[in-house]
């Protein structure tokens, strides 16, 4: 029996893994097809929560990760009353999360495993996988070789019958922007502006703030192409007045919709992170959903004879089952009742907003579903 465990995929997911298991005394090689370093090129922007900054500083890299702390955020509806304001001071946690480019997290993370013995083999892509006995023997643009267990960490959701796809019509538009009077605000605040076209989420990263403007799809090529203060005034207009932008980057569009896996296990293997699920940006739980599938898979791994065995992938699906489902429900729901101009809707929205704002149980479940998932749970 092979007692290997291949990673395929060499992104922050499966980096983070490879770590992961490396505490837990166990050996993983990493398969990626992309030269070593591309990673570090990642422009996305992250929101990693309190939880994951914990898991972040298990690994030992979170010192080396330029992080902007989030102290507050403040929850709101266009058109609507009702507005929900969280801090970090009330939930008793140095802040409620953070924002970091993911650059800066891939970059800390390939230079902690550059000091372990994990084997990185770059520029190797996976062409096909075939469990046979107890291995999955992987088909290479470099070769043949098997494992006990293949995690895929790498990459979107595959389109095949065991995959749930919900596309939302919408596209996000990041940039970054600056504000009148940020760089002098000792505090720091994450806005979220529920409109009916989607949501606006504003995060604080470094001096200014990481934009995330989400619009139909059809519309967003257009608005990620007016002149920056043409985009400004469009901005200005859609967040409202609790903030006065004054500069913003060149756009960039990604088409936004839901795919999950409905199991993410198979024979001999497991899939984890975007490749397990790829989740609407609202709420920024992507990233830290992954995080807890490495943890999760890691904490498994270690107490297993054969990692690549049914019964120990069952018991890894079993560990993540809820906080998978909920986090999966939570996104998909805020975005169906909140993406919308129903009267009715906005009523509604408008009582839970304050009910949240004015209990304060209420509003520490909420910061802490944010911060550590499932685990908010009694």
């Known amino acids: 029996m092979s007692e290997s465990i291949a990673i395929v995929g060499g992104g922050p997911a499966g980096m983070a893994l490879a770590l992961a298991l490396n505490h837990h005394g166990m050996n993983a090689r990493i398969l990626d097809a992309r030269p070593r370093g591309a990673a570090?090129?990642?422009?996305?922007?992250?929101?990693?929560?309190?939880?994951?900054?914990?898991?972040?500083?298990?690994?030992?890299?979170?010192?080396?990760?330029?992080?902007?702390?989030?102290?507050?955020?403040?929850?709101?509806?266009?058109?609507?009353?009702?507005?929900?304001?969280?801090?970090?001071?009330?939930?008793?946690?140095?802040?409620?999360?953070?924002?970091?480019?993911?650059?800066?997290?891939?970059?800390?993370?390939?230079?902690?495993?550059?000091?372990?013995?994990?084997?990185?083999?770059?520029?190797?892509?996976?062409?096909?996988?075939?469990?046979?006995?107890?291995?999955?023997?992987?088909?290479?643009?470099?070769?043949?070789?098997?494992?006990?267990?293949?995690?895929?960490?790498?990459?979107?959701?595959?389109?095949?019958?065991?995959?749930?796809?919900?596309?939302?019509?919408?596209?996000?538009?990041?940039?970054?922007?600056?504000?009148?009077?940020?760089?002098?605000?000792?505090?720091?605040?994450?806005?979220?502006?529920?409109?009916?076209?989607?949501?606006?989420?504003?995060?604080?990263?470094?001096?200014?703030?990481?934009?995330?403007?989400?619009?139909?799809?059809?519309?967003?090529?257009?608005?990620?192409?007016?002149?920056?203060?043409?985009?400004?005034?469009?901005?200005?207009?859609?967040?409202?007045s609790r903030l006065r932008f004054t500069t913003v980057t060149p756009r960039l569009v990604f088409p936004l919709a839901m795919r999950y896996r409905r199991t993410p296990v198979g024979d001999h293997c497991v899939w984890l992170g975007n490749a397990a699920q790829t989740l609407h940006p609202v709420a920024g739980q992507g990233f830290n959903l992954a995080l807890r599938d490495v943890w999760e898979l890691a904490r498994t791994l270690a107490t297993a004879s054969d990692p690549g065995s049914t019964e120990t992938l069952a018991r890894y699906a079993a560990a993540r089952g809820l906080d998978r489902r909920s986090t999966i429900g939570f996104t998909d729901a805020l975005v169906r009742i909140f993406s919308n101009d129903d009267p009715l809707l906005r009523l509604v929205r408008g009582f839970g907003l304050l009910a949240i704002d004015q209990l304060p149980p209420l509003r520490s479940f909420v910061a802490k579903r944010m911060m550590y998932g499932a685990r908010a749970w009694p």
């Open 40 to 240: 570090r090129q990642d422009k996305r922007i992250l929101a990693l929560s309190h939880g994951s900054r914990q898991i972040l500083e298990w690994l030992g890299v979170w010192p080396s990760i330029a992080a902007t702390r989030i102290d507050a955020i403040h929850v709101s509806q266009q058109g609507g009353f009702g507005r929900t304001w969280l801090t970090a001071t009330e939930a008793g946690v140095p802040a409620l999360g953070y924002v970091a480019a993911a650059a800066s997290v891939s970059t800390a993370l390939d230079e902690a495993l550059a000091q372990t013995p994990i084997v990185f083999h770059e520029n190797t892509r996976v062409l096909s996988a075939e469990a046979s006995g107890d291995a999955i023997h992987l088909s290479t643009s470099t070769g043949v070789s098997a494992a006990s267990l293949a995690v895929y960490a790498e990459g979107s959701v595959d389109h095949d019958s065991a995959v749930v796809v919900h596309d939302y019509g919408q596209s996000a538009v990041i940039c970054h922007a600056t504000a009148a009077g940020l760089q002098s605000s000792p505090s720091r605040a994450a806005y979220e502006r529920f409109t009916p076209q989607g949501p606006l989420a504003l995060l604080p990263f470094g001096e200014g703030l990481a934009v995330v403007y989400t619009c139909p799809a059809k519309a967003a090529e257009a608005l990620a192409g007016l002149s920056d203060a043409e985009f400004l005034l469009r901005l200005q207009a859609h967040f409202g």
